[in-house]
């Protein structure tokens, strides 16, 4: 693991252990990982986030090695929620709705593999409903969305200057927001 503080720039929390009893546990990768974090931390509900990788084949990936496209890692973003105040189907519908899950190894001028969107999944309420999902939003685009849903492998922290990236760099890079396609979450009955 790399040298990476377990406190939250912004709020104080440990981003790795300590979480509240009842909470969840979410994975997600869409591209570059400082604007998608951003997304996610202010969302009412989100106890705690951090960056890093996954879903490669190396056991120790630094920022160099997974740029290079040769560890299969993904950036990715790590979260804690609760889910009495934010459902896992509504961190699904900001993942979808915030970046363009049809663009393969890329997102906008980020490309490789490393850029590609996931979702790693903790159990198999998050698989099925992750994979509901990719079919409303595939259906929502009218294109074939290529993100890869598969059950959460090791996550490795990235770095701590990539911790909250955005808000020690308030004017840094970040090609996240509304991509304009809207699916409804189903009602539950």
């Known amino acids: 693991m790399l040298a990476t503080t377990s406190e939250h720039f912004i709020n104080g929390r440990n981003m790795f252990a300590d979480y509240p009893e009842g909470f969840q546990q979410a994975l997600f990768g869409m591209g570059c990982f400082w604007g998608a974090e951003r997304i996610f931390w202010q969302l009412d509900g989100v106890h705690v986030t951090s960056v890093g990788y996954a879903g490669g084949t190396t056991d120790h990936p630094d920022y160099k090695s997974v ?14 929620f609760d889910p009495k105040i934010i ?14 899950p049809t663009q393969g190894n890329r997102q906008g001028n980020d490309v ?7 979702i790693y999944t903790y159990d198999e309420m998050q698989a ?13 685009y009218g294109r074939t969305v ?11 922290p990235a770095e701590d200057y ?21 699916c409804a979450i189903p009602s539950r009955n």
Do not use: M, W
């Open 87 to 100: 459902s896992y189907e509504e961190l699904l519908k900001v993942f979808f709705e915030n970046h363009d």
């Open 162 to 182: 990539h911790q909250q990236y955005l808000a020690k760099n308030p004017q840094g890079y970040c090609n996240h927001g509304p991509t304009g396609v809207v």
């Open 67 to 80: 740029c290079s496209g040769r560890t299969g890692h993904a950036e990715v973003f790590h979260l804690v």
């Open 112 to 118: 490789g593999s490393q850029y590609r969107s996931v």
């Open 128 to 140: 099925e409903a992750a994979e509901a999902a990719a079919k409303r939003y595939e259906a929502a």
């Open 146 to 156: 290529t993100t890869e849903i598969a059950p959460a492998p090791t996550y490795h």
